[in-house]
């Protein structure tokens, strides 16, 4: 079964409208982290927020927001009033304990975002 | 600055050929991992590596192979038993320890059949 799923495969806006990724993850860990992940098309993977799993409140930066819910183990991502430049594979990842003090990862399959002018 | 350095950007391979790709960082981080993208599968684990001259198989770790003879490098090599390798291939690292730590990625190779 797949750690984090990224349902949408590919969704496709005009500038200006609001869009939301969806993320959901599975673990049996009560302590855990979520990651969501940008990568432009020149490949190189970014990071833009983590969230740990015993902090439920919502996040805002700027024209980005992240809804994690611990009952659906959900972790959105919404993109307000969305520019071209937002265009890229949005990533959402899971971090728990792989034992050895070393943390695993789990990258979800990724959704493409296309944001027309 | 520091970072994670990829190279080469691009590397064609001829079949038979056994092919390194470089990964050099310094970030002072302890650990390191290899990933395989292809179109629509995100992101597959290759190997990764908790500390210098450690490493572990991840879920695809046929026909490759790795060393972390330096806490800086961790190459990966494509071997000719890899039949299909054209991939994007990613390289990252991170503290190893402690949940909250993102991973940091280089910025890609790209590998091809001639």
């Known amino acids: 079964a797949q750690k984090v799923t990224q349902a949408q495969t590919e969704i496709s806006v005009v500038e200006k409208e609001d869009v939301t990724l969806d993320c959901v993850y599975e673990t049996r860990d009560t302590t855990y982290y979520l990651f969501w992940y940008k990568q432009p098309p020149s490949g190189e993977l970014v990071f833009l927020i983590r969230?740990?799993?015993?902090?439920?409140q919502n996040e805002i930066s700027g024209r980005y927001s992240w809804n994690f819910q611990k009952s659906t183990s959900s972790f959105n991502f919404t993109i307000t009033a969305s520019q071209v430049v937002d265009s890229a594979v949005y990533f959402c990842?899971?971090?728990?304990?792989?034992?050895?003090?070393?943390?695993?990862?789990?990258f979800g399959s990724g959704t493409k975002l296309n944001v027309k002018p | 600055d520091g970072g994670i350095t990829q190279s080469p950007k691009y590397l064609f391979r001829k079949e038979g050929q056994n092919v390194t790709l470089s990964c050099e960082q310094n970030l002072n981080h302890d650990a390191m991992y290899w990933y395989r993208q292809d179109p629509g599968q995100g992101l597959r684990l290759i190997y990764y590596s908790q500390i210098v001259n450690d490493f572990q198989k991840g879920d695809i770790a046929e026909g490759y192979s790795v060393s972390r003879e330096k806490k800086e490098s961790f190459p990966l090599t494509v071997t000719s038993a890899q039949k299909n390798p054209t991939a994007f291939y990613l390289c990252a690292s991170g503290p190893g320890q402690g949940l909250n730590q993102p991973q940091h990625f280089g910025d890609g190779t790209r590998l091809s059949i001639l």
């Open positions: 990842a899971l971090s728990e304990a792989g034992g050895y003090n070393f943390n695993k990862f789990y």
């Open positions: 969230r740990n799993s015993f902090d439920e």
